[in-house]
Protein backbone atom coordinates (compact mmCIF):
# COMPACT_ATOMS: atom_id res chain seq x y z
CA UNK A 1 0.00 0.00 0.00
CA UNK A 2 2.68 2.54 0.59
CA UNK A 3 4.57 1.81 -2.24
CA UNK A 4 1.14 2.37 -4.21
CA UNK A 5 0.48 5.81 -2.59
CA UNK A 6 4.22 7.01 -3.11
CA UNK A 7 3.91 6.07 -6.86
CA UNK A 8 0.92 7.91 -7.09
CA UNK A 9 2.59 11.29 -5.43
CA UNK A 10 5.21 10.38 -7.71
CA UNK A 11 3.27 10.33 -11.12
CA UNK A 12 1.12 13.23 -9.98
CA UNK A 13 4.52 15.37 -9.02
CA UNK A 14 6.17 14.46 -12.68
CA UNK A 15 3.13 15.34 -14.59
CA UNK A 16 2.47 18.38 -12.64
CA UNK A 17 5.99 19.24 -13.61
CA UNK A 18 6.14 18.53 -17.04
CA UNK A 19 2.93 20.68 -17.44
CA UNK A 20 4.74 23.92 -15.54
CA UNK A 21 8.06 23.23 -18.20
CA UNK A 22 5.19 24.11 -21.05
CA UNK A 23 3.22 26.71 -19.50
CA UNK A 24 6.62 28.60 -18.77
CA UNK A 25 7.56 28.39 -22.31
CA UNK A 26 3.57 29.86 -23.25
CA UNK A 27 4.72 32.54 -20.99
CA UNK A 28 7.92 33.66 -22.57
CA UNK A 29 6.46 33.38 -26.03
CA UNK A 30 3.71 36.01 -24.87
CA UNK A 31 6.35 38.48 -22.96
CA UNK A 32 7.86 39.08 -26.39
CA UNK A 33 4.41 38.95 -28.04
CA UNK A 34 3.56 41.91 -25.85
CA UNK A 35 6.76 43.47 -26.40
CA UNK A 36 6.62 43.32 -29.91
CA UNK A 37 2.92 44.29 -30.15
CA UNK A 38 3.88 47.74 -27.61
CA UNK A 39 6.49 48.43 -29.85
CA UNK A 40 3.91 48.18 -32.98
CA UNK A 41 1.36 50.15 -30.86
CA UNK A 42 3.95 52.95 -30.47
CA UNK A 43 5.62 53.41 -33.81
CA UNK A 44 3.28 52.22 -36.81
CA UNK A 45 0.39 55.01 -35.95
CA UNK A 46 3.31 57.66 -36.45
CA UNK A 47 4.12 56.31 -40.04
CA UNK A 48 0.52 56.74 -41.12
CA UNK A 49 -0.18 59.75 -38.78
CA UNK A 50 0.84 62.40 -41.48
CA UNK A 51 -0.62 60.44 -44.24
CA UNK A 52 -4.08 58.98 -43.06
CA UNK A 53 -5.14 59.88 -39.92
CA UNK A 54 -8.11 57.79 -39.52
CA UNK A 55 -6.26 54.60 -40.85
CA UNK A 56 -3.82 55.49 -37.69
CA UNK A 57 -6.61 55.76 -35.18
CA UNK A 58 -7.67 52.14 -36.48
CA UNK A 59 -4.34 51.17 -35.93
CA UNK A 60 -3.58 52.04 -32.32
CA UNK A 61 -6.71 50.97 -31.63
CA UNK A 62 -6.78 47.32 -32.62
CA UNK A 63 -2.93 47.26 -31.99
CA UNK A 64 -4.56 48.29 -28.46
CA UNK A 65 -7.22 45.80 -28.26
CA UNK A 66 -4.70 43.27 -29.09
CA UNK A 67 -2.13 44.48 -26.79
CA UNK A 68 -4.58 44.63 -23.59
CA UNK A 69 -6.26 41.07 -24.56
CA UNK A 70 -2.57 39.24 -24.15
CA UNK A 71 -2.01 41.20 -20.88
CA UNK A 72 -4.95 39.61 -20.03
CA UNK A 73 -3.70 35.94 -21.03
CA UNK A 74 -0.66 36.78 -19.63
CA UNK A 75 -2.15 37.22 -16.10
CA UNK A 76 -4.47 34.55 -16.38
CA UNK A 77 -1.11 31.97 -17.34
CA UNK A 78 0.42 33.51 -14.42
CA UNK A 79 -1.94 32.58 -11.81
CA UNK A 80 -1.75 29.27 -13.63
CA UNK A 81 1.96 29.07 -13.06
CA UNK A 82 1.10 29.44 -9.35
CA UNK A 83 -1.50 27.25 -9.00
CA UNK A 84 0.50 23.85 -10.87
CA UNK A 85 3.71 25.22 -8.77
CA UNK A 86 1.28 24.69 -5.87
CA UNK A 87 0.57 20.87 -6.89
CA UNK A 88 4.13 20.43 -7.23
CA UNK A 89 4.93 21.25 -3.84
CA UNK A 90 1.94 19.49 -2.20
CA UNK A 91 2.89 16.42 -4.31
CA UNK A 92 6.55 16.47 -3.15
CA UNK A 93 5.56 17.55 0.69
CA UNK A 94 3.71 14.48 0.43
CA UNK A 95 6.54 11.95 -0.95
CA UNK A 96 8.95 13.55 1.78
CA UNK A 97 5.91 12.86 4.11
CA UNK A 98 5.70 8.96 3.11
CA UNK A 99 9.90 8.96 3.94
CA UNK A 100 9.34 10.48 7.40
CA UNK A 101 10.04 14.16 6.67
CA UNK A 102 7.37 16.48 7.91
CA UNK A 103 9.05 19.73 8.19
CA UNK A 104 6.89 21.63 5.86
CA UNK A 105 3.36 21.01 7.94
CA UNK A 106 2.64 23.07 10.61
CA UNK A 107 3.16 21.08 14.46
CA UNK A 108 0.23 22.97 15.73
CA UNK A 109 2.29 24.33 18.41
CA UNK A 110 0.29 27.54 19.06
CA UNK A 111 -2.74 25.19 20.15
CA UNK A 112 -0.55 23.32 22.59
CA UNK A 113 -2.44 23.47 26.37
CA UNK A 114 -0.75 22.24 29.45
CA UNK A 115 -4.07 22.55 31.39
CA UNK A 116 -6.17 20.54 28.70
CA UNK A 117 -7.35 17.42 30.04
CA UNK A 118 -5.49 14.81 27.03
CA UNK A 119 -4.06 16.53 24.59
CA UNK A 120 -0.67 17.61 26.45
CA UNK A 121 -0.26 14.21 27.78
CA UNK A 122 -1.15 12.18 24.66
CA UNK A 123 1.32 15.34 22.69
CA UNK A 124 -2.21 15.94 20.02
CA UNK A 125 0.16 19.10 19.07
CA UNK A 126 3.77 19.53 18.76
CA UNK A 127 6.91 17.76 16.63
CA UNK A 128 5.35 14.12 15.42
CA UNK A 129 2.09 14.69 16.88
CA UNK A 130 -0.91 13.55 15.60
CA UNK A 131 -1.66 17.05 14.45
CA UNK A 132 1.40 17.24 12.84
CA UNK A 133 1.08 14.13 10.54
CA UNK A 134 -2.88 14.84 9.44
CA UNK A 135 -2.65 18.61 9.19
CA UNK A 136 -3.02 19.37 5.41
CA UNK A 137 -5.04 22.67 6.11
CA UNK A 138 -4.09 25.88 3.96
CA UNK A 139 -5.84 28.45 5.65
CA UNK A 140 -5.25 29.79 9.59
CA UNK A 141 -9.23 29.00 9.62
CA UNK A 142 -8.87 25.60 8.52
CA UNK A 143 -6.15 24.61 11.18
CA UNK A 144 -8.44 26.00 14.22
CA UNK A 145 -11.28 24.25 12.67
CA UNK A 146 -8.77 21.14 12.57
CA UNK A 147 -7.50 21.48 16.16
CA UNK A 148 -11.30 22.30 18.32
CA UNK A 149 -11.86 18.93 16.47
CA UNK A 150 -9.06 17.18 18.15
CA UNK A 151 -9.15 19.39 21.66
CA UNK A 152 -13.17 18.26 21.48
CA UNK A 153 -14.45 15.34 20.43
CA UNK A 154 -17.79 14.40 18.83
CA UNK A 155 -20.25 14.39 21.58
CA UNK A 156 -22.76 11.71 19.71
CA UNK A 157 -22.59 8.67 17.61
CA UNK A 158 -24.06 10.21 14.76
CA UNK A 159 -21.51 13.44 14.60
CA UNK A 160 -18.94 10.67 14.40
CA UNK A 161 -20.31 8.30 12.00
CA UNK A 162 -21.11 11.95 9.90
CA UNK A 163 -17.11 12.66 10.57
CA UNK A 164 -15.99 8.84 9.49
CA UNK A 165 -18.25 9.05 6.35
CA UNK A 166 -17.04 12.70 5.36
CA UNK A 167 -13.21 11.39 5.54
CA UNK A 168 -14.11 8.02 3.81
CA UNK A 169 -15.05 9.81 0.68
CA UNK A 170 -12.57 12.52 0.88
CA UNK A 171 -9.71 9.17 1.35
CA UNK A 172 -11.68 8.47 -2.42
CA UNK A 173 -10.86 11.59 -3.57
CA UNK A 174 -7.20 12.55 -3.42
CA UNK A 175 -7.19 14.62 -6.75
CA UNK A 176 -9.90 16.73 -5.46
CA UNK A 177 -8.48 16.86 -2.17
CA UNK A 178 -4.96 18.32 -3.65
CA UNK A 179 -6.95 20.50 -5.88
CA UNK A 180 -8.67 21.70 -3.02
CA UNK A 181 -5.12 22.12 -1.15
CA UNK A 182 -3.44 24.13 -4.13
CA UNK A 183 -6.25 26.81 -4.17
CA UNK A 184 -6.16 27.78 -0.58
CA UNK A 185 -2.31 27.96 -0.94
CA UNK A 186 -2.73 30.43 -3.91
CA UNK A 187 -4.37 32.98 -2.20
CA UNK A 188 -2.21 33.58 1.16
CA UNK A 189 -3.70 34.49 4.10
CA UNK A 190 -2.71 36.45 7.02
CA UNK A 191 -4.22 36.91 10.64
CA UNK A 192 -7.69 38.52 10.61
CA UNK A 193 -8.38 38.24 7.09
CA UNK A 194 -11.37 35.98 7.06
CA UNK A 195 -12.95 38.04 9.78
CA UNK A 196 -12.60 40.76 7.34
CA UNK A 197 -13.63 38.84 4.58
CA UNK A 198 -16.98 38.29 6.21
CA UNK A 199 -17.53 41.92 7.93
CA UNK A 200 -16.74 43.07 4.01
CA UNK A 201 -19.63 40.63 2.93
CA UNK A 202 -22.09 41.30 5.52
CA UNK A 203 -21.61 45.50 4.96
CA UNK A 204 -24.29 46.91 2.79
CA UNK A 205 -22.71 48.28 -0.31
CA UNK A 206 -21.82 51.56 -0.62
CA UNK A 207 -21.90 51.49 -4.10
CA UNK A 208 -25.24 49.57 -5.42
CA UNK A 209 -27.13 51.81 -3.10
CA UNK A 210 -25.62 55.09 -4.66
CA UNK A 211 -28.20 55.77 -7.64
CA UNK A 212 -25.91 58.58 -9.68
CA UNK A 213 -22.76 56.24 -9.51
CA UNK A 214 -24.88 53.36 -10.80
CA UNK A 215 -26.17 55.54 -13.57
CA UNK A 216 -22.54 56.98 -14.42
CA UNK A 217 -20.92 54.00 -14.31
CA UNK A 218 -23.77 52.87 -17.15
CA UNK A 219 -23.39 55.84 -18.91
CA UNK A 220 -19.85 56.99 -18.81
CA UNK A 221 -18.30 53.72 -21.27
CA UNK A 222 -21.43 54.91 -23.51
CA UNK A 223 -20.42 58.26 -24.37
CA UNK A 224 -17.16 57.43 -23.98
CA UNK A 225 -17.13 55.06 -26.96
CA UNK A 226 -19.91 57.50 -28.82
CA UNK A 227 -17.31 60.40 -28.71
CA UNK A 228 -14.63 57.96 -29.83
CA UNK A 229 -17.24 57.10 -33.20
CA UNK A 230 -17.65 60.75 -33.80
CA UNK A 231 -13.98 61.57 -33.79
CA UNK A 232 -12.92 58.85 -36.12
CA UNK A 233 -15.97 59.92 -38.20
CA UNK A 234 -13.90 63.59 -38.21
CA UNK A 235 -17.16 65.05 -37.11
CA UNK A 236 -15.75 66.79 -34.19
CA UNK A 237 -11.58 67.29 -33.94
Not at 65 to 80: D, G, M, P, W, Y
Not at 219 to 228: A, C, E
Request: charged share 20%; hydrophobic share 45%; net charge positive.
Amino acid sequence: MPDTVLNFYKKKHAGYSDQLKKIKRRQRIFVFLRLALFFLMVFLPLVFFSENLLLAIVIFILLLTSFLFLVKRHTAIEKQSRYISCLIQINLQEIEALRGNLRSFDEGTDYIDPHHQYSYDLDIFGPDSLFHYINRCSTLSGKDTLATMLLKPAGGASEITRRQKTFRELGKKPGFCQHFLATGRVYKEEWGDHVSILKYINSPSGFTRNYPLMLASKLLPVLTLGMLVVMIAVIVP
